[in-house]
């Protein structure tokens, strides 16, 4: 018996294909730095360092409309916590944060665009 993925289902928005030195492939393009992902769109992101990290700097994010069920932060080769007060600014404004490595925080994208979730991104780069 053979397994078969289903590559057309895989939401819309950009697809996030692979990592190159200090940045993404994101649908068969190359970006540098850290990028911005929503449902519509992908762009760069000069990302701060991750414990300067405040609600202005994804605020693009923050004015989807709807808003985003919750902000997935790809902090970068490995896992790290975001500065609490982002975390309580966004969480008060109904947006939850969910912080994981970028690896993970790019799977976690392709998968819950699959189904079709309502999420924003911040992706560090993996040498941040």
Not at 49 to 67: N, Q, R, S
Not at 101 to 119: G, N, P, Q, T
């Amino acid at each position: 018996m053979s397994v078969r993925f289903d590559r057309e289902n895989v939401g819309a928005g950009p697809r996030i294909s692979g990592f190159v030195e200090g940045g993404f492939c994101i649908d068969g393009e190359v970006h540098e730095g850290g990028v911005l992902l929503t449902p519509q769109g992908v762009e760069r992101w000069d990302a701060p360092a991750l414990d300067a990290l405040v609600p202005a700097d994804v605020e693009h994010l923050l004015a989807l409309a709807p808003a985003p069920e919750f902000l997935l932060i790809g902090t970068g080769a490995a896992l790290a916590r975001p500065p609490r007060a982002f975390v309580e600014a966004l969480e008060t404004r109904g947006i939850g944060v969910e912080p994981m490595d970028s690896r993970a925080a790019a799977r976690a994208w392709m998968v819950l665009r699959a189904e079709d979730r309502w999420i924003a991104a911040a992706l560090f780069p993996l040498n941040r």
